[in-house]
């Protein structure tokens, strides 16, 4: 049984330290999944007060600097162990050795329950649990995996994070010179279906992460599940500038507004000529947008290894959405901060490159609308171009010119519809 001092050094150290924490090969160590029950074991061991250790304490203000220059993060617990426990159990059961573990299907299952309670045990409660959690799920999102692709004469085998077997290099075999490594980022790699399962509920433990990176966001999700970030200006600072530096940042600027639409019910009112399709913020939409297909080339991802044997009977779904509580300030936080990337966009001379045929989507037609909105939601957020126009006298007149082509993209009728909704639902202390 895995000790808490040894599942830090292993797992959490290096998981929150990112890229170069221990020097190279410093690589997050994947075991058997472990359980509520290995949890108390580790809390109830002699090794427990690694948690509050000064040095540990120091990794994770560092790693929420990252983010924010002043964070405040409480002390580590049981239910952020939990968190790395189940984050663990999701790698895990992705590893690329499970098909060979010989078990009666029953028991997968409930390594994919008790993996679930963890992650649903680990949801925070409040603003600060909700940044701690974020240091364990964003590092999550990030993680890479070294991959070995040994070219042979029948194609082309790919090793997931492991070297290849030395008989793959016999008399008769691959010669070593034939292999190749390739660094890919693990979440965008296809999955198991247990491991596809359990990445919503992931994703529910941090509104944070979600609202960082929303192309990751689970079904069901709202920006204003992490409002109370955006009324924050050291936070909302740093999302906005996280979105900003997004290749994709329209299309992503058109999963927050979609999202808001949608929670707020406004999408059939906004566009009555649609029949309110599903907001394009699904990863495996955006490649399939993009023409990107799912699997690997050449060889299977497992390499020599075949299915893991999952079921599919009986397997749970992830846990429901948690319920959204908001007020018109919230509403006006989301609005803002989007406008904010646009300015930010306009700024960087990057605000023209690629809407092009994005804007025939009605999410990203809402996340262009906005800037045509500012004048009108100007008494609630106020304006964001005074200061900005008195130190560059050419920015006032850059974000006119930009705020013109955005008329000619959007619909001139959706851009009404969002006065007389959206707008209201933020200027209005009491809307109808």
């Given at each position: 049984m895995a000790t808490l001092p040894g599942f830090l050094a292993r797992f959490v150290v290096p998981?929150?330290?990112?890229?170069?924490?221990?020097?190279?090969?410093?690589?997050?160590?994947?075991?058997?999944?472990?359980?509520?029950?290995?949890?108390?074991?580790?809390?109830?061991?002699?090794g427990s007060g690694a948690l509050l250790s000064s040095e540990f304490s120091t990794l994770r203000t560092r790693a929420a600097q990252r983010l924010v220059a002043e964070p405040?993060?409480?002390?580590?617990?049981?239910?952020?162990?939990?968190?790395?426990?189940?984050?663990?159990?999701?790698?895990?059961?992705?590893?690329?050795?499970?098909s060979r573990v010989w078990t009666r299907s029953k028991t997968w299952q409930r390594v994919e329950t008790e993996t679930r309670a963890l992650l649903a045990f680990a949801r925070p409660r409040a603003m600060d649990e909700a940044l701690a959690r974020h240091l364990a799920v964003g590092a999550?999102?990030?993680?890479?995996?070294?991959?070995h692709i040994v070219a042979t004469p029948d194609g082309e085998l790919r090793y997931r994070g492991q070297a290849p077997p030395r008989r793959r290099f016999s008399l008769f075999g691959a010669d070593p010179v034939d292999v190749r490594s390739e660094s890919v980022r693990w979440i965008e790699r296809p999955h198991r279906a247990a491991v596809q399962r359990l990445l919503p509920d992931v994703m529910w433990v941090s509104p944070l992460t979600a609202l960082l990176a929303p192309g990751w966001a689970p079904p069901g999700w709202s920006p204003l599940m992490a409002a109370t970030?955006?009324?924050?200006?050291?936070?909302?600072?740093?999302?906005?500038?996280?979105?900003?530096?997004?290749?994709?940042?329209?299309?992503?600027?058109?999963?927050?507004?979609?999202?808001l639409l949608r929670t707020l019910e406004l999408v059939a009112e906004v566009f009555a000529d649609k029949p309110g399709p599903g907001v394009p913020g699904v990863v495996a939409a955006m490649r399939r947008d993009a023409g990107e297909g799912s699997s690997d080339e050449g060889a299977p991802e497992t390499g020599e290894a075949?299915?893991?044997?999952?079921?599919?009977?009986?397997a749970r779904l992830a846990l429901p959405a948690p319920k959204v509580e908001f007020d018109r300030h919230d509403v006006g936080a989301v609005l803002g901060a989007l406008i904010h990337l646009h300015l930010i966009k306009v700024l960087e001379f990057d605000a023209r490159i690629s809407i092009g045929l994005s804007a025939r989507d009605w999410a990203v037609?809402?996340?262009?609308?906005?800037?045509?909105?500012?004048?009108?939601?100007?008494?609630?957020?106020?304006?964001?171009?005074?200061?900005?126009?008195?130190?560059?006298?050419?920015?006032?007149?850059?974000?006119?010119?930009?705020?013109?082509?955005?008329?000619?993209?959007?619909?001139?009728?959706?851009?009404?519809?969002?006065?007389?909704?959206?707008?209201?639902?933020?200027?209005?202390?009491?809307?109808?």
């Open positions: 998981l929150l330290g990112g890229p170069g924490v221990g020097g190279d090969g410093h690589w997050v160590e994947v075991h058997a999944p472990m359980s509520a029950t290995d949890r108390e074991a580790m809390l109830a061991s002699k405040h993060l409480p002390d580590p617990n049981v239910d952020e162990l939990s968190l790395w426990l189940g984050l663990h159990g999701v790698l895990a059961l992705d590893h690329p050795d499970i999550f999102l990030e993680l890479r995996r070294v991959d970030f955006l009324r924050s200006r050291p936070y909302a600072r740093a999302v906005c500038h996280t979105w900003a530096r997004e290749r994709e940042w329209v299309r992503l600027g058109g999963i927050v507004a979609g999202s075949g299915e893991a044997g999952e079921p599919e009977e009986g037609q809402t996340f262009l609308a906005l800037p045509l909105l500012l004048s009108r939601l100007e008494p609630v957020l106020g304006s964001p171009l005074d200061e900005l126009a008195l130190a560059d006298e050419s920015f006032a007149r850059r974000w006119e010119e930009y705020r013109e082509h955005l008329a000619g993209l959007v619909p001139r009728t959706v851009v009404e519809n969002l006065v007389a909704t959206l707008v209201q639902r933020v200027v209005q202390r009491h809307p109808q």
